[in-house]
C-alpha cells in the first residue's frame, strides 16, 4: 500500500515542449516487471569434499507480493537442480555438514524461521527446531553432527504479564531481547516430525549483561568463539568484545575485552589463534575508519596487527589450510587476499574477474565456491574453482542477452577541493558522441556504498529503461565511498552534503565539458544517503530540472533524535546538535531551503527507523512553502527499503512518470488494468 501526498504549484517551470500522454507501452528496453521478476544467485557454499555446491536463488511471487529464495545444488558433471520448494516462504542460508552427508538451512516456511535439513541428494526436509521465536542463524561442528544455534530469548512471563495487565507500550532502547547460544545433536536415524520427541536445543550461553551476535566453531569443535555487545541494538556495534565457551563445561572466558569493536572471529586450522576485525579501542569513528585486522592466541596474550598496510575494509575472512584471506573493494574492482605468512601483507589472488561478492573454500582449501561477476556486461553467477580456471555453474546472464542494454564504463574527474571521484556512466546501446543527451544522476546510500559497472542496475530508480530512451546515466562514487581507501572515507567528515555536492556537480561538469549533455534536461535522485545528498541538491543548486529524494535526510537534528544509529551522526558530525548546532545547520538540506527551486519526488517508508519519516515531512512541508512542485509518496508498512514487488515496481512507476514530465514533457499515469495489458513481456 502506498499513500500520495501531492501539491502543485503555479510556477513557470520553463519546459518548451508540449506536454504528451504517454502510455505503459512507451517505455522502452525490458519491462519494469521482467527486470524484477529476475531470478538472482547468493550465498554459494562449497560440499567438504569439493565436488558439489548448494546455493540461493532469489525470486519474485508477485500473488503473495514477496521475494523469496529457494535452494538449488550443482554437482560435478551435472547441471542445477532446484533442492528446496516450499509452498510458502524461504528456504537460505545453506551449510553442509563435516561428512557432506546433509545440508542445514533455514525456513520461514511455517511462520517464524526455523533450522532444517535436508540429503543433497533431495527429498523431504526435516525440521529441527520449533522455538516460537524461531532461529536467526546456525552452524555446524566440524566433527560429527552437532549443530551451534543462534536464538533469540523468549518472553518471559513478566513480558506476557505486562502486555496483558497494561496492553502495548515501549521503553525506547529498552525493549529487546537477548539472543545467545545453544547446541543441538542431530541423529537422522532417530529423527521424528513429533515435536515431543527428539532431542532438545542445550543452551550454552545465558548471561543476561551480553547479547550474541556472531560465532564460530573451533576446528576440533569442542569450543566456539563468538562476538558479543552489551544488547542486539545497533547502537551497541561500538562496543562489542570476543569469548570463547567450552561446550563440555559452558565455562565462558573472556579473550578480548576493551572499548570498541572488536568482532566475525575465525579460528586458524591449527585451533592456536583466532582472527578478527576491529577499531582497535576506537569508539568515535568506526563508522568511516578502516576496520583493523587482527588475531589473538586462543588462550589469552598480546593482538598481533595483521596486514598493517592494506587500506580498506575487509569481509568474509577466512582460514584455511592454505591461509588467512578474505575479500575487499579496490575501486570498483572486488578482489580476494591472502595474508602471506612470511611477509605479513596481503597479497592479491589472480582471480579472472571484475568483482568477487562472496566466496566459501572447503577446509582443506582446495576447492572454491564463488559468486562473481566477469565482467561489466554480466550478471553476477556461481563458479566452481579446484585448483585451475574457475568454471562456471550458472548462466543468469543468458536470460539479458536480447534486452536494449547499453555499455557502462568507468569515468573520472577532479572535485572543487582537488579530490579525484570516480563514477559509473552508462550510456545508449547507439551513443554518438556528438549528440546531446538528457543526464541523470543517479547517487548511491551509505556513504560507504560503491557504485560498479553492471549491465542492470535497478532497484527503484529505471536505469535501463532510460538509457533506452536515449538518456545518459551517472553514478558517482562521491567522497565517502568504499573501494578508495580510508582517508577518501574521511573527506566528507564535518562535511557531509557540502562535498557531496562538490562531487556530483563536478562531475556533471566534466560531462558537460566533453560536448554530450543537454544541460536543459538534467535530472538527479537517490535512495538514504544518496536521497540526502539529493535533497541537499534540491535545496542549493538549481541546475537540474527535477530531483527524487528516497528515504533521505533533510534536517541533521530531525534525524539524530530519531534515528536508530544516534552514533552515525556523531561521528561524521563530530558533535551533538547541542554542542555544534553550527554543523548540524551547514550541512542540513533545509538551512537552505528558501532557495528552493527543483520539482522534487518525495518517496519514504512508514516505518523507516533509520532515516526517520519526519525527515520526509519537513523537507515536503518546507517545498510547499517555499511553491516548489513536488511530491510524497508514503509506502505503507515498509522500513527504511522497499522490499516488496508490488510497491517496488510503484516506486520505479513514480520516478519513470516524475521525470517524464520534467525532462521530457511527458504526462505518465501509473498503469492499470492487467499486468500484460500495461507491460507486455
Same mark, same amino acid.
Given at each position: 500500500?502506498?499513500?500520495?501526498?501531492?501539491?502543485?504549484?503555479?510556477?513557470?517551470?520553463?519546459?518548451?515542449?508540449?506536454?504528451?500522454?504517454?502510455?505503459?507501452?512507451?517505455?522502452?528496453?525490458?519491462?519494469?516487471?521482467?527486470?524484477?521478476?529476475?531470478?538472482?544467485?547468493?550465498?554459494?557454499?562449497?560440499?567438504?569434499?569439493?565436488?558439489?555446491?548448494?546455493?540461493?536463488?532469489?525470486?519474485?511471487?508477485?500473488?503473495?507480493?514477496?521475494?523469496?529464495?529457494?535452494?538449488?545444488?550443482?554437482?560435478?558433471?551435472?547441471?542445477?537442480?532446484?533442492?528446496?520448494?516450499?509452498?510458502?516462504?524461504?528456504?537460505?542460508?545453506?551449510?553442509?555438514?563435516?561428512?557432506?552427508?546433509?545440508?542445514?538451512?533455514?525456513?520461514?516456511?511455517?511462520?517464524?524461521?526455523?533450522?532444517?535439513?535436508?540429503?543433497?541428494?533431495?527429498?523431504?526436509?526435516?525440521?529441527?527446531?520449533?522455538?516460537?521465536?524461531?532461529?536467526?542463524?546456525?552452524?555446524?561442528?566440524?566433527?560429527?553432527?552437532?549443530?551451534?544455534?543462534?536464538?533469540?530469548?523468549?518472553?518471559?512471563?513478566?513480558?506476557?504479564?505486562?502486555?496483558?495487565?497494561?496492553?502495548?507500550?515501549?521503553?525506547?532502547?529498552?525493549?529487546?531481547?537477548?539472543?545467545?547460544?545453544?547446541?543441538?545433536?542431530?541423529?537422522?536415524?532417530?529423527?521424528?516430525?513429533?515435536?515431543?520427541?527428539?532431542?532438545?536445543?542445550?543452551?550454552?550461553?545465558?548471561?543476561?549483561?551480553?547479547? =550474541?551476535?556472531?560465532?564460530?566453531? !573451533? &576446528? +576440533? #569443535? /569442542?569450543?566456539? @568463539?563468538?562476538?558479543?555487545?552489551? $544488547?542486539?541494538?545497533?547502537?551497541?556495534?561500538?562496543?562489542?568484545?570476543?569469548?570463547?565457551?567450552?561446550?563440555?563445561?559452558?565455562?565462558?572466558?573472556?579473550?578480548?575485552?576493551?572499548?570498541?569493536?572488536?568482532?566475525?572471529?575465525?579460528?586458524?586450522?591449527?585451533?592456536?589463534?583466532?582472527?578478527?576485525?576491529?577499531?582497535?579501542?576506537?569508539?568515535?569513528?568506526?563508522?568511516?575508519?578502516?576496520?583493523?585486522?587482527?588475531?589473538?592466541?586462543?588462550?589469552?596474550?598480546?593482538?598481533?596487527?595483521?596486514?598493517?598496510?592494506?587500506?580498506?575494509?575487509?569481509?568474509?575472512?577466512?582460514?584455511?589450510?592454505?591461509?588467512?584471506?578474505?575479500?575487499?573493494?579496490?575501486?570498483?574492482?572486488?578482489?580476494?587476499?591472502?595474508?602471506?605468512?612470511?611477509?605479513?601483507?596481503?597479497?592479491?589472488?589472480?582471480?579472472?574477474?571484475?568483482? =568477487?561478492?562472496?566466496?566459501?573454500? !572447503? &577446509? +582443506? #582449501? /582446495?576447492?572454491? @565456491?564463488?559468486?562473481?561477476?566477469? $565482467?561489466?556486461?554480466?550478471?553476477?553467477?556461481?563458479?566452481?574453482?579446484?585448483?585451475?580456471?574457475?568454471?562456471?555453474?550458472?548462466?543468469?546472464?543468458?536470460?539479458?542477452?536480447?534486452?536494449?542494454?547499453?555499455?557502462?564504463?568507468?569515468?573520472?574527474?577532479?572535485?572543487?577541493?582537488?579530490?579525484?571521484?570516480?563514477?559509473?556512466?552508462?550510456?545508449?546501446?547507439?551513443?554518438?558522441?556528438?549528440?546531446?543527451?538528457?543526464?541523470?544522476?543517479?547517487?548511491?546510500?551509505?556513504?560507504?556504498?560503491?557504485?560498479?559497472?553492471?549491465?542492470?542496475?535497478?532497484?527503484?530508480?529505471?536505469?535501463?529503461?532510460?538509457?533506452?530512451?536515449?538518456?545518459?546515466?551517472?553514478?558517482?562514487?562521491?567522497?565517502?565511498?568504499?573501494?578508495?581507501?580510508?582517508?577518501?572515507?574521511?573527506?566528507?567528515?564535518?562535511?557531509?552534503?557540502?562535498?557531496?555536492?562538490?562531487?556530483?556537480? !563536478?562531475?556533471?561538469?566534466?560531462?558537460?565539458?566533453?560536448?554530450?549533455?543537454?544541460?536543459?534536461?538534467?535530472?538527479?535522485?537517490?535512495?538514504?544517503?544518496?536521497?540526502?545528498?539529493?535533497?541537499?541538491?534540491?535545496?542549493?543548486?538549481?541546475?537540474?530540472?527535477?530531483?527524487?529524494?528516497?528515504?533521505?535526510?533533510?534536517?541533521?537534528?530531525?534525524?539524530?533524535?530519531?534515528?536508530?544509529?544516534?552514533?552515525?551522526?556523531?561521528?561524521?558530525?563530530?558533535?551533538?546538535?547541542?554542542?555544534?548546532?553550527?554543523?548540524?545547520?551547514?550541512?542540513?538540506?533545509?538551512?537552505?531551503?528558501?532557495?528552493?527551486?527543483?520539482?522534487?519526488?518525495?518517496?519514504?517508508?512508514?516505518?523507516?527507523?533509520?532515516?526517520?519519516?519526519?525527515?520526509?515531512?519537513?523537507?515536503?512541508?518546507?517545498?510547499?512553502?517555499?511553491?516548489?512542485?513536488?511530491?510524497?509518496?508514503?509506502?505503507?508498512?515498509?522500513?527504511?527499503?522497499?522490499?516488496?514487488?508490488?510497491?517496488?515496481?510503484?516506486?520505479?512507476?513514480?520516478?519513470?512518470?516524475?521525470?517524464?514530465?520534467?525532462?521530457?514533457?511527458?504526462?505518465?499515469?501509473?498503469?492499470?488494468?492487467?499486468?500484460?495489458?500495461?507491460?507486455?513481456?
Amino acid at each position: 500500500m502506498l499513500t500520495k501526498l501531492m501539491w502543485r504549484s503555479g510556477l513557470t517551470l520553463g519546459i518548451a515542449v508540449a506536454p504528451l500522454v504517454a502510455s505503459a507501452q512507451t517505455v522502452p528496453g525490458p519491462s519494469f516487471r521482467s527486470v524484477i521478476d529476475l531470478e538472482s544467485p547468493g550465498g554459494p557454499t562449497i560440499s567438504p569434499d569439493g565436488r558439489a555446491i548448494v546455493y540461493q536463488v532469489r525470486g519474485t511471487d508477485w500473488k503473495e507480493n514477496r521475494f523469496d529464495t529457494e535452494l538449488w545444488l550443482w554437482r560435478e558433471g551435472g547441471e542445477p537442480i532446484q533442492l528446496t520448494r516450499a509452498t510458502k516462504g524461504s528456504s537460505s542460508r545453506p551449510r553442509w555438514s563435516a561428512d557432506g552427508r546433509w545440508i542445514g538451512f533455514l525456513s520461514d516456511r511455517d511462520g517464524a524461521q526455523q533450522l532444517y535439513v535436508i540429503g543433497p541428494r533431495g527429498g523431504e526436509s526435516m525440521q529441527l527446531t520449533h522455538r516460537k521465536g524461531g532461529v536467526i542463524d546456525f552452524a555446524w561442528s566440524p566433527v560429527g553432527l552437532e549443530l551451534a544455534l543462534l536464538v533469540r530469548e523468549a518472553e518471559t512471563k513478566d513480558d506476557e504479564e505486562r502486555r496483558s495487565r497494561y496492553g502495548e507500550f515501549a521503553i525506547e532502547d529498552q525493549e529487546y531481547r537477548q539472543q545467545h547460544l545453544w547446541t543441538l545433536g542431530f541423529d537422522p536415524s532417530t529423527w521424528t516430525s513429533d515435536t515431543t520427541l527428539g532431542p532438545k536445543p542445550v543452551r550454552l550461553t545465558g548471561d543476561s549483561s551480553y547479547s =550474541v551476535t556472531d560465532f564460530a566453531f !573451533s &576446528p +576440533d #569443535g /569442542r569450543r566456539i @568463539a563468538f562476538e558479543h555487545r552489551p $544488547d542486539p541494538l545497533i547502537t551497541s556495534i561500538g562496543a562489542s568484545d570476543l569469548a570463547v565457551v567450552d561446550l563440555a563445561s559452558r565455562r565462558v572466558r573472556a579473550l578480548v575485552r576493551r572499548p570498541g569493536t572488536d568482532g566475525g572471529p575465525v579460528w586458524s586450522p591449527d585451533g592456536r589463534w583466532i582472527a578478527f576485525t576491529s577499531s582497535n579501542g576506537d569508539t568515535s569513528s568506526y563508522f568511516y575508519r578502516n576496520a583493523r585486522l587482527m588475531k589473538v592466541p586462543v588462550e589469552g596474550g598480546e593482538l598481533v596487527r595483521v596486514a598493517p598496510d592494506f587500506d580498506e575494509q575487509v569481509s568474509q575472512l577466512e582460514w584455511r589450510a592454505d591461509g588467512l584471506s578474505f575479500v575487499a573493494w579496490q575501486k570498483t574492482r572486488r578482489a580476494v587476499f591472502r595474508v602471506d605468512e612470511a611477509t605479513n601483507a596481503a597479497v592479491e589472488l589472480p582471480l579472472p574477474f571484475a568483482r =568477487v561478492l562472496g566466496r566459501e573454500t !572447503s &577446509p +582443506d #582449501g /582446495r576447492a572454491w @565456491a564463488i559468486l562473481a561477476q566477469a $565482467d561489466s556486461a554480466s550478471l553476477p553467477e556461481v563458479y566452481r574453482s579446484v585448483g585451475g580456471a574457475p568454471e562456471r555453474v550458472t548462466d543468469f546472464s543468458g536470460r539479458i542477452l536480447t534486452w536494449n542494454l547499453g555499455p557502462s564504463e568507468v569515468v573520472s574527474w577532479r572535485s572543487r577541493d582537488g579530490a579525484t571521484i570516480e563514477g559509473v556512466l552508462h550510456k545508449p546501446a547507439d551513443f554518438d558522441s556528438t549528440r546531446k543527451y538528457p543526464l541523470l544522476v543517479v547517487i548511491h546510500g551509505g556513504p560507504t556504498g560503491i557504485d560498479y559497472p553492471t549491465p542492470l542496475p535497478f532497484y527503484v530508480y529505471p536505469i535501463p529503461q532510460w538509457v533506452a530512451k536515449g538518456a545518459i546515466v551517472l553514478r558517482p562514487n562521491y567522497r565517502g565511498s568504499a573501494g578508495y581507501g580510508e582517508r577518501f572515507r574521511s573527506l566528507n567528515v564535518r562535511n557531509l552534503g557540502v562535498g557531496d555536492l562538490w562531487d556530483v556537480m !563536478s562531475g556533471v561538469d566534466a560531462l558537460v565539458k566533453r560536448g554530450f549533455v543537454d544541460e536543459s534536461r538534467m535530472g538527479a535522485m537517490g535512495w538514504s544517503q544518496g536521497g540526502y545528498i539529493s535533497a541537499f541538491l534540491t535545496t542549493n543548486t538549481s541546475r537540474f530540472k527535477a530531483i527524487s529524494v528516497g528515504a533521505g535526510i533533510s534536517n541533521w537534528v530531525t534525524y539524530y533524535v530519531a534515528t536508530d544509529i544516534h552514533p552515525f551522526t556523531r561521528q561524521y558530525l563530530k558533535a551533538t546538535p547541542w554542542t555544534d548546532r553550527a554543523i548540524y545547520a551547514r550541512t542540513s538540506p533545509m538551512s537552505t531551503i528558501r532557495q528552493a527551486r527543483t520539482p522534487t519526488l518525495i518517496q519514504h517508508g512508514e516505518f523507516d527507523r533509520r532515516v526517520p519519516t519526519q525527515n520526509a515531512l519537513e523537507l515536503f512541508q518546507g517545498l510547499q512553502d517555499q511553491a516548489v512542485p513536488t511530491e510524497l509518496i508514503i509506502y505503507k508498512g515498509f522500513g527504511h527499503g522497499i522490499s516488496k514487488p508490488k510497491e517496488q515496481l510503484a516506486a520505479v512507476w513514480h520516478n519513470w512518470s516524475w521525470f517524464a514530465k520534467y525532462l521530457w514533457g511527458e504526462e505518465v499515469t501509473l498503469p492499470l488494468g492487467s499486468a500484460t495489458a500495461a507491460e507486455p513481456q
